[in-house]
Nanobody
């Protein structure tokens, strides 16, 4: 059974940092495209970042230079380092996986975690 478990969310002030983690079981993250999506109140789920099984990554323009996605094959996990956080980054953050090339579309991901809440407020 495949499980993705997110952690690391919380309340942080604007300009602060958080590191989200997604621990996978049942699939090897090294063989999957792993992605982070987020969904704010009243908004659709949007793409944040993804890393291919080849290791190359991609980010939505609004987080480029602030967020960094990494993969730890030894722990079968992926991490999203979020720096210089802004109020508009407030959302539930979800980890997702698919055994194919990375995609920006949520519907193309097969496995999902339950999410971790990130709130940026002063």
């Amino acid at each position: 059974q495949v499980q993705l478990v997110e952690s690391g969310g919380g309340l942080v002030q604007p300009g602060g940092s958080l590191r989200l983690s997604c621990a996978a079981s049942g699939i090897p993250v090294s063989d999957y495209a792993m992605a982070w999506f987020r969904q704010g109140p009243g908004k659709e789920r949007e793409f944040v970042a993804a890393i291919n099984f080849t290791g190359d990554d991609i980010y939505v323009d609004s987080v480029k230079g602030r967020f960094t996605l990494s993969r730890d094959n030894s722990k079968n996990a992926v991490h999203l380092q979020m720096n210089s956080l802004k109020v508009e980054d407030t959302a539930m953050y979800y980890c997702a996986a698919r055994r194919a090339w990375r995609s920006l579309r949520p519907a193309e991901y097969v496995y999902w975690g339950q999410g971790t809440q990130v709130t940026v407020a002063s």
